[in-house]
């Protein structure tokens, strides 16, 4: 994707913060971190989302988020951690090629995660069991 900033920066085109770089990935320091140490875990190859990115590549991706994420919560350090991954405009996806948020949680941090819960009911969940009755 020629037009693509992750593209550029995956392959080294534009320089970034590395932290960690492998093959197929390249784990960068956000730009406008939610936390200090936010980092992202961004594939070379150009997918868009957890949809379309292959499930080994997509395996592989965790694999770096559990290898980069244990060392920066040594060398940070912090108390916690959340790994976030949008998909979609509606879910916070601004940049539309795949990469997985590793945040850096501390107490107090004031980084603004939580939503509100609703109520699972009887009917919802029959509806939705049922519409994944035989997919997988
Ligand atoms: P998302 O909203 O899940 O698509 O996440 C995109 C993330 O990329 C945001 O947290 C941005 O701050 C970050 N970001 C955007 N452009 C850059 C860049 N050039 N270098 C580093 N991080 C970036
Ligand atoms: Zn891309």
């Not at 879910?91 to 819960?117: C, K, M, S, Y």
Request: with cysteine; aromatic share 8%.
């Amino acid at each position: 994707m020629s037009d693509c900033i992750f593209c550029k920066i995956a392959v080294g085109e534009i320089p970034s913060a590395t932290v960690y770089e492998d093959e197929d990935f390249r784990v960068i320091l956000d730009l406008n971190p939610a936390s200090y140490g936010h980092a992202l875990v961004i594939p070379k190859q150009h997918y868009e989302n957890l949809m379309t990115i292959p499930e080994e590549l997509a395996g592989k991706a965790m694999i770096v988020a559990k290898k980069v994420a244990t060392v920066l919560k040594e060398v940070l350090p912090c108390d916690g951690y959340n790994i976030l991954q949008n998909n979609g405009l509606c879910a916070g996806q601004t940049v539309f090629h795949f990469h997985i948020h590793l945040i850096p949680r501390r107490e107090n941090d004031n980084v603004g995660l939580e939503w509100n819960h609703i109520a699972l009911t009887d009917a919802m969940r029959d509806e939705i069991l049922k519409k994944v009755e035989g997919k997988f």
